[in-house]
């Protein structure tokens, strides 16, 4: 079982940066992919962007490409959502997500799921 616990979400205006923090509560960490995904109001669950175990590879969604960075310490359980250039767009719950079965855009292959942490961005 794998704990997480997104943080570090608020209100902003367009253009600003925010970082998104996630914490995990296991001790094998680093077996672990982490992607990141958004859910804005009516609307279904969407790909962000995804680190891989070791932090050497990552992966971002067109809409995000860019703007968005991911980070992990896998020493101190922590996997990090840079956001920058925030947009209106961007107003979402912000989910964290960890899994064992290697990198997918797919919600579906994420096993365990923090709580969210909403973002906004007034324009």
């Known amino acids: 079982q794998v704990h997480l616990v997104e943080s570090g979400g608020g209100l902003v205006q367009a253009g600003d940066s925010l970082t998104l923090s996630c914490a995990a509560s296991?001790?094998?960490?680093?077996?672990?992919?982490v992607g990141w995904f958004r859910q804005a109001p009516g609307e279904e669950r969407e790909f962000v962007g995804g680190?891989?175990?070791?932090?050497?590879?990552?992966t971002f969604a067109d809409s995000v490409n860019g703007r968005f960075a991911i980070s992990r310490n896998n020493e101190k359980n922590m996997v990090y959502l840079q956001m920058n250039n925030l947009k209106p767009e961007d107003t979402a719950i912000y989910f964290c997500?960890?899994?064992?079965?290697?990198?997918?855009?797919?919600?579906?292959?994420?096993?365990?799921w923090g709580q969210g942490t909403q973002v906004t961005v007034s324009s």
């Open positions: 997500a960890a899994g064992d079965n290697g990198f997918s855009r797919l919600s579906s292959k994420y096993n365990y």
């Open positions: 296991t001790r094998t960490f680093s077996n672990y992919v």
């Open positions: 680190i891989s175990e070791s932090g050497l590879s990552r």
